[in-house]
C-alpha cells in the first residue's frame, strides 16, 4: 500500500482550487450561503453544549432551519446547474422560485414549533 505524502494532499488541492475557480459565480454564492447556514448551525450546537439547553424546542427550532435552509439551497444550486442532464428544462426563475416557497413553508413549521 502506496504512502500519501504532503505533495499528493497538495496536487490534490490545487487540482480543486483550479476546478472550483471555473465555477460560476451563482455557484460561489450559493456555496457561500450553504457553508453560512452550517456555519450557524454548529455556532448554535457550539452554545448549546457551552450554555445549556433550557428551551430545547428553541434550540431544534434554530438548528433545523439552519440545516434546512442549507439542504433547500443545494436543491437551488443543483437545480440551476445546467450541465446536469434531470433538471435542464427548468428554468432557472422557477428552481428559484422553489427555493423561496419552500424555504417559506419551512419557516412556518419552524415558527409553529417554537409554539
Given at each position: 500500500?502506496?504512502?500519501?505524502?504532503?505533495?499528493?494532499?497538495?496536487a490534490?488541492?490545487?487540482?480543486?482550487?483550479s476546478?472550483?475557480?471555473?465555477t460560476?459565480?451563482?455557484?460561489?454564492?450559493i456555496?457561500?450561503?450553504?457553508?453560512f447556514a452550517?456555519f450557524t448551525?454548529?455556532?448554535q450546537v457550539?452554545?448549546?453544549?457551552i450554555v445549556?439547553?433550557?428551551?430545547?424546542n428553541?434550540?431544534?427550532?434554530?438548528?433545523?432551519?439552519c440545516?434546512?435552509?442549507?439542504?433547500?439551497?443545494?436543491?437551488?444550486?443543483?437545480?440551476?446547474?445546467?450541465e446536469?442532464?434531470?433538471?435542464?428544462?427548468l428554468?432557472?426563475?422557477?428552481?428559484?422560485?422553489?427555493?423561496?416557497?419552500?424555504?417559506l413553508?419551512?419557516?412556518?413549521?419552524?415558527?409553529n414549533?417554537?409554539?
Amino acid at each position: 500500500m502506496a504512502r500519501s505524502t504532503s505533495k499528493d494532499a497538495q496536487a490534490l488541492f490545487n487540482s480543486l482550487r483550479s476546478a472550483y475557480s471555473a465555477t460560476p459565480t451563482s455557484f460561489k454564492i450559493i456555496d457561500l450561503y450553504v457553508g453560512f447556514a452550517v456555519f450557524t448551525a454548529l455556532i448554535q450546537v457550539v452554545y448549546m453544549a457551552i450554555v445549556g439547553s433550557f428551551p430545547f424546542n428553541s434550540f431544534l427550532s434554530g438548528v433545523l432551519s439552519c440545516v434546512g435552509t442549507a439542504v433547500l439551497a443545494v436543491c437551488l444550486r443543483i437545480q440551476v446547474n445546467k450541465e446536469n442532464k434531470e433538471f435542464k428544462d427548468l428554468p432557472p426563475e422557477r428552481a428559484f422560485a422553489d427555493f423561496v416557497l419552500c424555504n417559506l413553508v419551512l419557516h412556518l413549521v419552524i415558527m409553529n414549533f417554537l409554539g
